[in-house]
């Protein structure tokens, strides 16, 4: 397994914008897909990105598709998600997650962060 530590999250009104990072140690992060998924209060956590090992490969939820953008830099072993335009209902706990291939699975991921508070204010 890989251990992930997330950060970046915070309070921004409707329409800003904010980066969240996922640190990786371990030597296996070039070899993992990552993912991005988040959970509201009172919801079930859901997939919101994923990006396979070398980049080329990225999946989104539809909620998110246009504002939000997946990336990683395996040499800095940290993934990214780029959120524009957010909008109240973004407001959750992010997590980032490890697994073998990219997948919206929640199932699939096997290492998780232990998630970053992002607050979108109307």
């Known amino acids: 397994q890989v251990q992930l530590v997330e950060s970046g999250g915070g309070l921004v009104q409707a329409g800003g914008s904010l980066r969240l990072s996922c640190a990786a140690s371990?030597?296996?992060?070039?070899?993992?897909?990552m993912g991005w998924f988040r959970q509201a209060p009172g919801k079930e956590r859901a997939f919101v990105a994923a990006?396979?090992?070398?980049?080329?490969?990225?999946f989104y939820a539809d909620s998110v598709k246009g504002r939000f953008t997946i990336s990683r830099d395996n040499a800095k072993d940290t993934v990214y998600l780029q959120m524009n335009n957010l909008k109240p209902d973004d407001t959750a706990v992010y997590f980032c997650?490890?697994?073998?291939?990219?997948?919206?699975?929640?199932?699939?991921?096997?290492?998780w962060g232990q998630g970053t508070q992002v607050t979108v204010s109307s």
């Open positions: 371990g030597r296996t992060f070039s070899n993992r897909a």
């Open positions: 997650a490890a697994s073998r291939g990219p997948t919206l699975q929640l199932r699939d991921y096997d290492s």
């Open positions: 990006i396979g090992r070398t980049g080329a490969t990225k």
